[in-house]
Structure formats: structure tokens, C-alpha cells
């Protein structure tokens, strides 16, 4: 078992391993059920105008909570963290599967975000309490394939709710999952914490939270609903940058800060959660754009565009899941590298593949860069979770899950500026197949160039091996 320093573990894995891949898969699958459904819930309840934010207000919500959480996790558990998460997750499901118009439906949708904030990196560090690190390399593997799966199942099931049911099922579905995966998790995991007392840092956590929302808001909102030189977008970006500030002054002074300064004083940390920025960037690149490239160009069903983005997710847990092997032998750094050129490789294929829309040279460019990101994204967490002990394996894990979001944040913003740009200067519209080519072309050299930029933080990632990590202190993993 992993080591979990001043903490006690009576649990059976496999159950608690079940459960962490069925709360999972319901953050995974809800990120994809609802486009397919989008038609029906306009319909329904109209406000067409408002419905993107359906998907801003769930990110926003979940990245904003994801620090928040990660501390709590290391201060009280990781269980009732878990437990909030997935009952506020439920919460939310229920309401929004009640929602009256599309500003509750928004509305309820945060209250979802909020859960899942908890659920994705709690999840993720209760893998690395339970296992070792060569045990996390597979264990990595069967939490990918979960959102491979989630990947190809989500929009199905929502397409088939909005046809044949009502596309309030969507929500509902969550319902006997959420307590299923409550129960097993109730049951099997059982933690033992010392009896110290602990103090919440309110203050960082309402000023960083506060500060986060502005700032990830201006993004997603810039060049989109907001001009980027709007009041809107300079006032969001200007106060949540000065609350950012703030909430550097409070960390110095908090007794046990929400977000410790510490984790950005480590280099294994900064470069992986640098490559965790990069990650979320390149893979908001394919699923957001490729979809509309082949309905558009290549005259492709939503079902057979949705495959051929899924071709990435199922390249994903396949690398994943073999990574450990590679790691274990040269290194994690190494491993990292040989991921993002392959990712490189990929994008490189989609862009030029992208002249000549195809959905199967598509979808097989898409397999290549999952392949690339599963050989990035498990190694690099698990050498940042690794690297540090129980106390403070929360933090760790969320400001890698968080730098992540903020990646696709990013990404959709810059993508979605380059996109509109190109069509904008050609005059035929979003609908000319010439214009969706030719923006979709240039969004591809774009996640190939950030894939390239993201090799720049894995070539000054610490050259740590396993059994660098496994017997030296995080301090000198961190500095080596």
C-alpha cells in the first residue's frame, strides 16, 4: 500500500477503487451528454442565446473549487470531502433535471460544477493513498479508460434521452449512480485521522476563489459574449488579478493556508502542473473543434464526428495504462517527452489532414495524440503525487487538476479567437465549408504549437525515477 503517513487505512481497495471510477465516470460522462441534447433543451425551455453557458458555468464552478477542496482533503479527509462532492453533484442533478427555464438550468448546473470539483481530484488522490507508485501506473490506466468510455457513452445516452425520452433524464440518470457510488465509497474506505486540530483558512479560501472566478471568467468570456477591450472583460480581469494579490498576502500569514506558497517554490511541481496546463489546452483543441470540422467538411454525422474525437480518449487510457512500464525504466521525465512528441506528431497529422477533410485519417490523428497525452498526463501526476506525503498529496493533486482546467479555459479562449479571426477575414461565414476548413486547420497548428510549448516545461522537469521518489524527502526530489 502507498505510503499514508499519519494516517490509517482499514479499506479493501478493489471496492473503493470501483467507487472512485463510477464517481468518475459521472463527472466524466455529464461533460459530454449534454451537447448532443442542446436542440431539445432550447426547445423546451428557449433562452438559445444563453446555452453556452451550460458549459462555461460548470467548468468555471468545478476550477474555481478544485484548490479549495484539494486543501480540505488534506485537513479533514478524504472521504467527506468525496461525500460532499458527489452529494452536491446529486444535488444538482436533481435540479437541474426540474429546471423551469435556462437560467435555473445554469443555475443548477453550477451547483454540479461544484460537486464535481471535489469528486475529479479527491478521486485522483485517493488512488495515490491506496496504491504504490508502481501500482498507480496500471490503477492510472483503469481511471483513463474511464473517460474513454465516458467519452463514447455520453453523447450516445444524451442523444438517445433527448429522442426518445425527455432530455431531463440526463440528469436524472445521475441519481441511483451518485448513490451507488456514496454507498460503496460510505462502506469501503475507511480512514483514520489524527485528532490535532486544524484552521480553516476562510479568508484565502473566499479571496482565491473570488479571484479565480473574475479571472476564468474573463477568459471564457473574452472575444466570445465580452470584447477582450470591453469593461467587462478588463474590470474581471483587473479585480480577480488584484484579489489573486491579495490572496498572496494572506497565504504568507495563514496558519495553514488554503493554497501553501510552498507548492510553487518546487520545481517538480511547477513543471508538472505547467504540463498539466498544456494537456488541458491540446485536448480542448480536438474535442471542441474537430466535431464541427467533419460535419461541415466532410459532410459527417454528429454520431461519426463524435467517434472519430473518442479515437483520442480510447489512445489515451492505452498509453496510460503501459506507461508504467516506461516510467519504471527510464524515468518519468523521459517518458513525458516521448508523450508529447508523439502528441506533436499527431497534431501535426491533423493539421495536414485537415486539407483534406477524411474522418478517418481524422479520427486516426486523434488516436496518435491520445497516445501522446497518455503517456504526459498519468506520469507526470503520479511523480508530482509521489513526490510529496500524505498531508500534502491533496494540494498537489488539485493544483494539477486545476492547472489543467485553466489550459482549457485558455485554450477555448485562444482557439476560439483564432477560429473566429479566420472566418471573420474570409467573409463566407460559419456555416462555408471553406471558411470551417480553413479555421479548423489553423486551430490544429495552434494545439500543435501549444503541445510544442508544453515540451519546453517537461525538457526542466527534474530527472526523478521511482526510486528517487519512493526513499528521498519531497524536498529534495522537488530540488533535484
Known amino acids: 500500500m502507498a505510503d499514508t503517513t499519519g494516517v490509517g487505512f482499514r479499506s479493501e481497495r478493489g471496492p473503493v477503487l470501483i467507487a472512485v471510477m463510477l464517481a468518475t465516470g459521472l463527472i466524466a460522462i455529464d461533460s459530454t451528454i449534454l451537447a448532443t441534447a442542446v436542440p431539445s433543451i432550447v426547445d423546451d425551455l ?26 480540505l482533503a488534506d485537513t479533514v479527509g478524504r472521504k467527506p470531502i468525496m461525500l460532499v462532492g458527489i452529494g452536491l453533484f446529486l444535488l444538482g442533478s436533481i435540479l437541474c433535471g426540474v429546471a423551469w427555464d435556462m437560467t435555473s438550468l445554469i443555475v ?32 492510472q490506466g483503469y481511471i483513463a479508460s474511464v473517460w474513454a468510455a465516458s467519452s463514447v457513452i455520453g453523447p450516445t445516452l444524451g442523444g438517445v434521452f433527448a429522442e426518445f425520452l425527455s432530455w431531463r433524464w440526463i440528469f436524472f440518470v445521475n441519481i441511483p449512480l451518485c448513490i451507488l457510488a456514496a454507498v460503496m465509497l460510505w462502506r469501503g474506505y475507511h480512514e483514520s485521522l489524527g485528532r490535532e486540530k486544524h484552521r480553516i483558512d476562510v479568508a484565502g479560501a473566499t479571496v482565491l476563489t473570488l479571484g479565480l472566478t473574475l479571472v476564468i471568467l474573463a477568459v471564457l468570456e473574452g472575444g466570445q459574449a465580452w470584447d477582450w477591450l470591453s469593461w467587462q472583460s478588463l474590470g474581471a480581469f483587473g479585480v480577480g488579478g488584484l484579489l489573486l494579490v491579495v490572496f498572496v498576502l494572506i497565504e504568507r500569514r495563514a496558519a495553514e493556508p488554503v493554497l501553501p506558497l510552498w507548492v510553487f517554490s518546487r520545481r517538480l511541481i511547477v513543471t508538472t502542473s505547467l504540463i498539466s496546463l498544456g494537456v488541458g489546452a491540446v485536448l480542448i483543441g480536438l474535442t471542441s473543434y474537430v466535431p464541427t470540422f467533419l460535419e461541415i467538411t466532410a459532410d459527417a454525422s454528429p454520431l461519426v464526428s463524435g467517434l472519430a474525437v473518442a479515437a483520442l480518449t480510447l489512445g489515451w487510457p492505452i498509453a496510460a495504462s503501459n506507461a508504467g512500464r516506461l516510467f519504471l525504466r527510464i524515468g518519468f521525465r523521459a517518458t513525458a517527452l516521448i508523450g508529447l512528441a508523439i502528441a506533436v ?45 500524505w498531508e500534502e498529496r491533496g494540494v498537489v493533486t488539485g493544483a494539477n487538476m486545476f492547472l489543467r482546467s485553466v489550459g482549457s479555459a485558455v485554450g477555448v479562449a485562444i482557439f476560439g479567437a483564432v477560429a473566429n479571426g479566420v472566418i471573420t477575414r474570409s467573409g463566407l461565414g460559419p456555416q462555408s465549408p471553406v471558411a470551417i476548413q480553413a479555421a479548423s486547420a489553423t486551430v490544429f497548428f495552434a494545439v500543435a504549437v501549444a503541445a510544442i510549448l508544453t515540451i519546453a516545461a517537461a525538457l526542466v522537469m527534474p530527472r526523478a525515477r521511482v526510486d528517487d521518489i519512493e526513499h528521498r524527502p519531497a524536498e529534495a526530489v522537488a530540488a533535484s
Open 46 to 71: 428557449g433562452g438559445f442565446s444563453q446555452f453556452p453557458w451550460l458549459f462555461s458555468i460548470y467548468l468555471l464552478a468545478q476550477a474555481v473549487s478544485v484548490p479549495v477542496y484539494s486543501k
Open 108 to 139: 443548477f448546473r453550477a451547483v454540479q460544477g461544484l460537486g464535481a470539483g471535489a469528486v475529479l481530484p479527491v478521486s485522483i488522490t485517493i488512488t495515490g493513498d491506496i496504491y504504490t507508485v508502481r501500482e498507480r501506473a496500471k490503477v
Open 345 to 389: 506528431l499527431g497534431s501535426a497529422a491533423l493539421f495536414a489532414a485537415s486539407f483534406v477533410p477524411n474522418v478517418w485519417t481524422t479520427a486516426i490523428a486523434c488516436f496518435i495524440v491520445g497516445l501522446g497525452l497518455g503517456l504526459v498526463a498519468s506520469p507526470t501526476l503520479i511523480a508530482a503525487q509521489s513526490s510529496v506525503p
